[in-house]
């Protein structure tokens, strides 16, 4: 994990874990600030109804959402609409501040629904066990090197017939297909920390590969703005069990 930089996203959690918000335009929608905000979680509950549109456009029919997977979670903004749509929620991150806070956001939201796991802890879950997996604004940050086996160990935590969304920059063939809505982007107010603001890509054909040795299938696609160069959110589906006998 040491490819991930925590110390610097743990640096950055105790500066700023209410990061700016972008539309896909590139505006500012949010300021950062050491404080949470209405207008900070409102982009999330935005994020979050946009992207189960997303997912059910693809399926044919919403999504279960009996167990989710908020994969670098932070402060929690996408955390508290997920466990408001959800049963039960399970938020990771890498770095401890930011579970701290996303921690006491969820208290203060009335919600008891939600479990914290730090990164190291993620493939020590029982396997198979989340119909919904979801990770936006999370992959262009992380290194390929740690990446294609994040995503492995994701997609081992899928249970049969359930779906993951991810959003990363892909390098491969172009998608026409656009993010419904929006997918909110982020950065720091400078360049103090390099884990922040580093863009990292990862091979289309990689990541087809860790799909296909998960057992899963790629379903669906979506740019989450004006081309791919803001990312894609790829949904992949984890076959249903096939009855005994």
Request: glycine share 8%; with cysteine.
């Amino acid at each position: 994990m040491k490819d991930l930089r925590a110390d610097e996203w743990e640096a950055l959690a105790l500066r700023e874990p209410y990061f700016r918000v972008l539309n896909h335009e590139g505006r500012v929608e949010t300021s950062g600030a050491g404080v949470p905000t209405d207008a900070f979680f409102e982009t999330g509950e935005t994020d979050i109804e946009s992207l189960v549109s997303a997912v059910a456009s693809v399926l044919g029919h919403d999504p279960c959402l009996t167990a989710s997977l908020d994969f670098g979670c932070g402060a929690g903004r996408l955390t508290l609409p997920l466990a408001r749509r959800s049963i039960r929620v399970v938020a990771c991150d890498v770095a401890p501040t930011m579970l701290v806070h996303a921690r006491q956001n969820v208290e203060n939201a009335g919600l008891r629904n939600v479990t914290f796991v730090a990164l190291e802890a993620l493939s020590l879950l029982p396997g198979s066990q989340f119909d919904f997996v979801c990770s936006l604004l999370v992959f262009q940050y992380i290194p390929d090197s740690a990446g294609y086996a994040i995503i492995r160990t994701l997609l081992d935590l899928l249970a049969p017939s359930g779906v993951a969304a991810l959003h990363m920059i892909l390098r491969g063939p172009s998608a026409r297909a656009r993010f419904v809505r929006r997918a909110a982007g982020f950065r720091s107010q400078d360049d103090v920390r390099s884990a922040y603001t580093d863009t990292n890509v990862y091979d289309e054909r990689a990541v087809r590969r860790v799909i296909d040795d998960a057992g899963a299938r790629l379903i669906g696609r979506f740019t989450t703005g004006q081309d791919e160069a803001t990312g894609t959110v790829v949904i992949i589906e984890k076959p249903a069990a096939r009855p005994n006998g």
